[in-house]
């Protein structure tokens, strides 16, 4: 078996375009490919469409080992390998949308030569790398297995977190055969210093929803924890800091708004769906998805609240969100909760506008665009500032120095001196103690 040293990478979003950067600057041949024109054209004029990616890092692949192409223009057959990056949504019943995958492989199908590896990264449920991907690869007329290469490769990487990028993060690789698996660990050994085999794609592809439910469903409970802290006087936050001294056997999860991205509000999903073909309710799941679905109407309800405090209605009111990415320090909004929040309070006749340094305009759940202010303009404006999300480039001082009412949904007033009843704040109540007895949540 020679070594592996072409590989192709299909779908340059979040997930493949770091693929691709890394394995070029590893010293492999790498051609990018998107079914997106503008995605290629954006990548090939060196401008980075990501923030994990810079525009420096970017340029000097490109004048390296790395091509870049739309599908029509790509050589995928010159390839050893190819990588499959591209989504894996859910659609409006929140069932899995197999569509760009099959697609994907619709495309390879065409190209597909014997001795290729093809490696699938994108999440799915367990059995989609050997049943539904497998089947129209094979509609080539190649058998995989025997003709070509076949594996699964979840990808680990958290956009806006550069260790979760790190060379010491280890991978996972389940291959068809042992041949399959390890020409894929072999590729991934380039970029990650421990490649971890596991029995089957179908064990890895669970392997990585079991990642990322277990984020979803401690997620819910520390959501869930908070409302019940609401109701008993207790501030969350604290409690949360208090548990998280203990040195093993805790993990620290925070609440908020609700839960966001193209990962932890979408996966969790396309296993409970698969459960359901074994006869099997994951109840977990569904109880964790009711409880994060839920949280953004929880906050819509603590805006009201603290209107109310100063006699005001929400139908009217000025509300100005602050942080609309669906977490702190990244430009992406994908499935962010600031969507529903904002649809929530414009539904209940709420005037909205919103700051962040990352979103320079945003859509709500309910298709209304605006665009963004920079926060000195918000802060004159709104009655209530409400944050989603807290990014670093947001400047608190001048926020909590200056906004008269506040909801806080992430504690992002911690360690500034607020005033009395200034901040109401997600799981904790107002600020200062003298108003505490008033709160509604906690008659
Ligand atoms: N974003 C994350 O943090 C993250 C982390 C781990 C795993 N994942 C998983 O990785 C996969 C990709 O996610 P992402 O965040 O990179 O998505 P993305 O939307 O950022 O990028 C996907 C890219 O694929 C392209 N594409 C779509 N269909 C295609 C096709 N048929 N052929 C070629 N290109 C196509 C799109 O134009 C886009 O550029 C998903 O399964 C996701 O769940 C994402």
Redesign the pocket.
Known sequence: MTADRRVAV???????LPLAVSFAEAGLEVEG????EA?VGTIRDGRSPIDDISDERLGSVLSGGLRVST?GEARVAEADAVFV????PINSTKDPDLG?VL??AG?LRQHVREGQLLVL????YPGTTMGPFREVLEESGLIAGKDFDLAYA??????GDPASAAREVPRLVGGMTPRAGERAAALLSHINDKVVSVSSPDAAEMAKLLENVFRNVNIAFVNQLALLCERMDLDVWEVIDAAATKPFGFMRFTPGPGVG???IP??PYYLSWRAREFDFVDRFIELAGDINLAMPRHVVDLVAEALNDRGQAIRGAKVGVVGVAFKPNVQDDRNSPAAEVIAGVAGRGGEVRFHDPHVPSFRDADGVVRAGDDLPTLLAWADVILVVTAHRAIDWAALYGTAGLVVDTVNSSAGYDVADRQVLRLGAGWSGASATPEHPARR
């Open positions: 299909v779908g340059l979003g979040y997930v493949g490919i998107d079914v997106s995605r599908q990056c591209v989504p894996t760009p697609a994907a495309y990264q994108s999440t799915t979840p990808e680990r990487v958290n956009p991205g193209h990962c979408v996966d």
